[in-house]
């Protein structure tokens, strides 16, 4: 019957972790939903987490080592499995010692994804479908950022793509697109969508490079589309694309356009941080791997530059928690993808058993 | 009815907020008196300042940019008016929208001005005369620091020369100005008057400098003034002088003294930290550059040393809230200038209708 | 009859705030056991201490100067005695400021001690005899790190070795520390010692490198001890060193073996910091100042190992007050030298009388 602290996150979800690069050899301290875990590769190299607290003193696991996948304490030896219970320890007897927490955890897509809530509610099948995944048709690069930001404040930054009129005024930014107005459906609990289509404009710079980089011409005006899809609890995939004038649009034969996905995952590190993957899929000219990384320094620095604006806009909402904002059309995307978090996570505040249960 | 914190500094005042070339084509943010502020220059390049925070989203405005005297929203390209009030926005009907607040401010002697209270009562007649400013017989020049310590310890600090033989003993510092007795006047809330006067002593190197520079012996005994005077808010102009011994001193013609005036004033960002803009107006030798700069660089030297000192005691002060510190006479024009802030203070919480309409 | 704040430290016993040589020709200011204290040489170089504070305007007086044995004020001049009572001020009649807390303090072994409780009960005769010091057939060297975690942190560190097999394992750490058992005993208040005798193992490679250069077989295998004794309040001194096998371990003649004591002196700056004094005192090859250098240099980085550990260490109990570690056998040290710590809070914490007299 206790209370549970009003949560900004839901915790029975999957969130991406880590890339899964990023825990190789060594064990990854990383703090998710507020938890601090510790990633890393137990058996066979298949990936498993548990609280980064060693149950003999609190020294985190994260500075031990992996040996033939057990966790090993950098303290003093103890063995971790990766169910949250010990296995050995130097001169020990470990059956009484009381297991920490463990993590329903799957790589998937090069990355490492994890439901910080009940293990026992985690379903794999629910991790999102990423079709562009071991695709050769398709080539895709991206990175991660550390933002000092309530992770929906982004959210808000992706499913209204107005701002690249200001923010990013020199790559995809152009003035057609506050001119064109955006159109926002929600799908029950499993889909916000919010799309901009723009017909017969010139193409800024970002899509010019593209056509080029596609053997189509870059100097003729083009029909453009940015199509925003949240779904929860915090995943953004944005498809943008140009085609030719007059070809179809969104809908023309690949002949006439180029696109690709900006593929968004952002986990909340606590709730006044985030974690931010970033990154594109494209189906243009999937094998050059010099255009991948025109790409990815592209996006580095398009997304680089909400970092700030983020950071000092939650620092002005922290300072007036009392006021309110406006909620225009172009924020419905946002305002809608809110909600179902909203929802979200009062579905798992009126189940205080499980709560107790995860606890 | 409600009960309003208690401040540490009035509101209903002039303070300098910024030099005036630190407001160019970008707008500045700044905090003044615990207020996020955005500076910018409107039509015909006239100061403007508002609230750092835009009414649609919590962005800050200070990371806009400013197009034909409107400040624009760097997020979603809001225009903001000078007197708070949203002008357009792409797409949108603005009517409906807040106000932020929007604060009084005059551009004055190369400063930018601002009063952050009630902008009803601000009247640009009471901001302070300064007589040498674009006066040919007159050189200025300055800089700004940021301090961790509560303003008013730099106004302890200035109406209190004595630290100089301790603090500045290189430069400025003489045993003597331990030796003769200060005098501090109170002329009711307008002004305090700290002075001293010494007779027949050698010159520290500061005036040795000034001496020659204006074709004076150097090397000959000299009547030496200082005469600090605190109006509130928190601003301090130091007389400081010397004349050759025996030719009347402080009254003694130009041609047989040197003297300058210390400018100094004191802006709250927030209760333990600062701006502080200080400099030199001197009228001697005006019209040499290099003298200008190396009494800038040694100003800037002999204040950073206050720096240190004045963050370790507030951390000491604030460590020990209870203690009660000496008043001795030295400490007189502080102390006095404290009572009259104080004051101000107790006058502004007297006003609670007006307190309301500014908050 | 107040209620003092529950303390983490005894007050009324001795710590080294300083090495001897850090207090020079200028004050040091350094906080012990949360006092913000500053040392410096009164009359003949002895060494005084008293409170960072100025009881004129609260400055800290560490940025003065020492005059003549007296400890001058930065700000203004004040000179402070070595009582805490004002001894004169430039144009000023002291003999009413109020006195600040001296603390009882002395210089010994190289390093500067003091008594942060009450100064009346300070007797130097308690503080621990170091016979390495000023001994030719010894030789010492250490250094100082700052750590942010709980000074017992370092203490339960210091008492079990076994961690060593793991966070050094390149250096002094081998698997048999692990297999061989360790022995606590507890002699009253005075002294806590956990020991472990290895028989007839190889050498690690700090000990091959001791053997060798003190002209002993490197290539043998070797009885190991290592005696960690605990004397309150905070001082572990862990007495380590190789025998050839066979030739009575710890009890064998000093042709047949190498040893050392580890000096670890830990010393609470806060709840939750700590000051660290390592350094070893070895009884071989003492005049030989490379080896003095490579051990200082080689402690200098094991160590370091430990500080990155401590410091996640005592981030995750800070975010899990609540949670209970386990005393293991290994543990047994740390938890028996609590215990005493412990007693000696509580028994300060039965004299209010005491305590009121040194608040």
Known sequence: MSTPKPSTFPRNTWYVAAKAAEVQDQPLGRQICGERMVFYRAQEGRIAAVEDFCPHRGAPLSLGRVCEGKLVCGYHGLEMGCDGKTIAMPGQRVRGFPAIKSYAVEERYGFVWVWPGDREQADAALIPQLQWHDNPEWAY??????????????????????????????SIGQAEIDETPCKTEVHGEAEVVTS???????????????????????????????????????HVM????????????????????????????????????????????????????????????????????????????????????????????IDAGGVQSRKIIERLIADEQAMPVLQAAVA
């Open 196 to 234: 901009r289509f723009m017909q017969d404009i010139p193409a800024p710079p970002f899509w010019q490079m593209a056509l080029r980089s596609n053997g189509l011409a870059d100097d003729v005006n083009v029909d453009r589309w940015q199509i925003c899809r949240f779904t929860p609890p915090s």
């Open 141 to 170: 690069d991206g990175g991660l950022f550390h933002i000092k930001a309530d992770y929906r404040l982004m959210i808000d930054n992706l499913m209204d793509l107005t701002h690249e009129t200001y923010v990013h005024a020199t």
């Open 238 to 329: 944005i498809e943008v694309g140009v085609a030719h004038a007059g070809q179809g649009g969104y809908e023309a034969a690949d002949a006439h356009k180029v696109y690709s996905v900006v593929v968004d995952f952002i986990t909340p590190e606590t709730d006044g941080s985030m974690w931010y993957f970033w990154g594109m899929a494209r189906k243009f000219n999937p094998g050059d791997a010099a255009v991948t990384e025109q790409i990815r320094a592209g996006q580095h620095k398009i997304f680089s530059e909400d970092l700030e604006m983020l950071e000092l806009q939650q620092r002005n909402l922290a300072d007036y928690p009392e006021r309110q904002l406006l909620k225009l059309n």
